[in-house]
């Protein structure tokens, strides 16, 4: 018997899972289901962001992952420069400044999974 821990639409599920045997022959179901859902895991918190939010925001274009962080908080980014690197689809697709301004928040991390539309950072 191996045992598996299964997350399906965000409902977790512990699993045991039986091995047939040696002689490829069936083996019988138990009656009752080995599936018992447990308590799905928190969501992390989103990470803090760093200073105060400018009041122009970069935005996801696809969901997809955080590959690369390109900028960090104060520095200066001209219209078309990096921000972030998001991983879609082994796709990487720069996020990049919508004008030129200064970087006022990142609120992202590497590897946090992100939807189209997420606030990634902002300018002043």
């Known amino acids: 018997m191996k045992n598996y821990t299964i997350t399906v639409n965000g409902s977790v599920y512990d699993v045991v899972v039986e091995e047939g045997a040696a002689n490829g022959a069936p ?8 599936a ?3 308590a799905a895991p928190a969501p992390a918190a989103a990470p803090a962001a760093s200073g105060a939010q400018g009041k ?3 935005e996801a274009g696809a ?11 104060g520095q200066a980014v001209k219209k078309g420069d990096a921000v ?3 991983e879609a ?4 697709i720069p996020v990049v400044a919508p004008e ?18 997420a606030l990634l950072a902002t300018l002043n």
């Open 63 to 73: 969901a997809g992952k955080v590959f690369k962080i390109e900028a960090n908080v």
């Open 36 to 38: 018992v859902p447990k």
């Open 84 to 86: 972030v690197i998001v």
């Open 100 to 117: 030129d301004g200064t970087v006022a928040s990142i609120n992202v991390a590497v590897g946090d999974a992100v939807e189209a539309g």
């Open 89 to 92: 689809m082994k796709m990487e």
């Open 27 to 34: 083996v019988a179901a138990p009656a009752a289901p080995k």
């Open 56 to 58: 122009i925001k970069i």
